[in-house]
């Protein structure tokens, strides 16, 4: 059953969406990315008074944008980490997200990825995302209907699942974490790698950094119980499969509760979430 909001409180949640961004945008201390949140729960969980991170879900100012349908009809996404929040303040909310254009999609310097529903892919019913660049090496099997997934080497990954461990990130546990390598690493979930980098066009060098802080986040998790019980095991990448247009959301991950799942997918407005985000120390 859908809720219906009166026009009155619709505009009131609009006003204090806007005056929490605009907050946002004069104070750029409070705007933590997807990888400042990850470090602080790992090096600063509890702040001064008593707030435990990893119980507080936390909105990043990294923006997922949606650019509808690619070439070959799939849906895409870009992450963006270099989004100017001054251009959401006064913008105008249209299902609580925020319309944007061809040009906007464009113009991002996000890394982009294509979503490949569970039609593509035959005798599988899950729903993967895989970055557009890799995208583009399984194309050809994709289009003749031959695909068989191979995670590993193709860099393909599962999304709006509940996800394993060796699902986000697999290495040899003979090595410390902070002495791994590439070679180290026999896999490591595209998705959740680019929360952790942090930047637009980020190096290799900078992406085995963000792997080694995911490898760090996910032992950490498994502490909070973020894999606890056999219904929940965290930590999912949440998208929306089928976006149409153009429009810009925000990227937030769960408290510990939620299983530290990280959300591109909901409304400026759903829950409050964007206004309510513990004072984090960059």
Excluded at 173 to 200: C, F, M, P
Aim: glycine share 8%; with cysteine; net charge negative.
């Amino acid at each position: 059953m859908k809720t219906v909001i009166m026009l009155s409180d619709y505009l009131a949640i609009v006003k204090s969406i806007q005056e929490g961004l605009r907050t946002f945008w004069e104070n750029e201390e409070i705007l933590p990315s997807m990888r400042d949140i990850l470090t602080a729960r790992l090096e600063t969980p509890l702040l001064p008074g008593g707030t435990d991170l990893w119980k507080k879900v936390l909105d990043s100012q990294d923006i997922i944008f949606y650019g509808g349908k690619n070439k070959e009809g799939l849906y895409r996404f870009k992450v963006d980490h270099g989004f100017n929040i001054e251009n959401i303040v006064n913008a105008e909310l249209v299902g609580g997200a925020v319309p944007s254009d061809s040009d906007d999609y464009s113009a991002s310097t996000g890394t982009e990825f294509v979503i490949i529903g569970k039609s593509g892919i035959k005798g599988d019913n899950k729903d993967y995302a895989i970055r557009a660049d890799k995208y583009e090496s399984i194309k050809e099997k994709l289009n003749q209907g031959n695909y068989k997934i191979n995670a590993l080497e193709d860099g393909i990954f599962i999304i709006n699942k509940n996800l394993i461990p060796n699902k986000l990130i697999k290495y040899k546990k003979s090595k410390k974490i902070e002495d791994l390598t590439w070679d180290d690493i026999q896999y490591v979930n595209d998705g959740w790698l680019e929360h952790a980098v942090g930047r637009n066009g980020a190096s290799e060098d900078e992406c085995l950094e963000a792997a080694k802080l995911l490898a760090r986040y996910v032992l950490e998790a498994k502490e909070k119980d973020c894999f606890g019980g056999t219904r929940f095991e965290g930590m999912r990448f949440n998208v929306n499969t089928a976006e149409d247009g153009f429009v810009a959301r925000h990227w937030y991950l769960d408290s510990s509760a939620n299983r530290s799942n990280a959300h591109g997918m909901d409304n400026f407005y759903s829950y409050g979430y964007f206004l309510r985000v513990p004072k984090i120390a960059k």
